[in-house]
């Protein structure tokens, strides 16, 4: 599951972060209403965590234009701001839930995941590119010619998931290190190189003709070994 996590205050994003990472949840933090619609409009999220008072647009805002923009991605309103007709604003402008602060966490877990079963009539399918699978609720990666297959770890997974939603398109580092680490993570930058070389030796283990590519100077491609 990705997730864009739309919310100012850094301290409250980060732990937030952090939870949903360990339940395997790949979450894309940015911190003011415009960044969180343009991102948002950019699709590609199995949900959206809004908060309301955000600078640039407010919450109500961003989630009014994103559904006069026919982006039904299920969102989460996150809020300090619990007053019933706050909760009416945000449910009526298209919201799904309305999960108001303090929160515990197991419930913003609970209500994110039932938010996205919300009118599915088909299992989440696993993500493919010519011979890997990557299996999204064991977190394995698998080649599906020879059914060998390796667990990967919460990075690794999370570095899979971008390369395999973008095959044979070249991701920058800077983007790969962001969408993983974080904008304010204080992880060394060739941190993202050490988790690349453990995708590749896992990648080989289990057999894969496709190939994580460095392209000079750029950044890194998904690919089928020529």
């Known amino acids: 599951m990705r997730v864009l996590l739309v919310e100012d205050d850094r301290k409250l994003s980060a732990a937030v972060c952090k939870l949903l990472e360990k339940e395997r949840i790949t979450v894309d933090p940015v911190y003011n209403g415009t960044d969180g619609l343009d991102w948002a409009l950019g699709g590609g999220y199995d949900a959206v965590i809004l908060d309301v008072m955000l600078p640039g647009l407010d919450g109500f805002s961003v989630l009014r234009e994103m559904r006069k923009e026919k982006i039904a991605t299920p969102v989460l309103m996150l ?19 309305y999960l108001p602060k303090p929160f515990e966490s197991a419930e913003l877990v609970s209500c994110l995941r039932a ?76 941190t993202l190189e050490v988790y690349i070389s453990f995708l590749r030796k896992k990648m080989g283990f289990i057999g894969s003709r496709m190939k994580i590519r460095a392209a000079r100077g750029l950044g890194y491609t998904l690919e089928e070994e020529a």
Do not use: H
């Open 115 to 190: 938010i996205t079963r919300r009118g599915d009539s088909t299992p989440v399918m696993n993500l493919c590119f010519g011979d890997i699978e990557l299996e999204q609720k064991s977190a394995k990666l698998r080649n599906t010619e020879n059914a060998q297959e390796v667990r990967l770890g919460a990075k690794e997974y999370q570095l899979m998931e971008i390369l395999l939603r973008n095959p044979a398109q070249i991701l920058t580092k800077e983007t790969l290190f962001e969408r993983v680490w974080g904008l304010e993570s204080d992880a060394e930058y060739n």
């Open 79 to 97: 809020t300090a701001r619990a007053a019933l007709e706050d909760r009416l604003t945000g449910l009526d402008s298209g919201a799904d839930y």
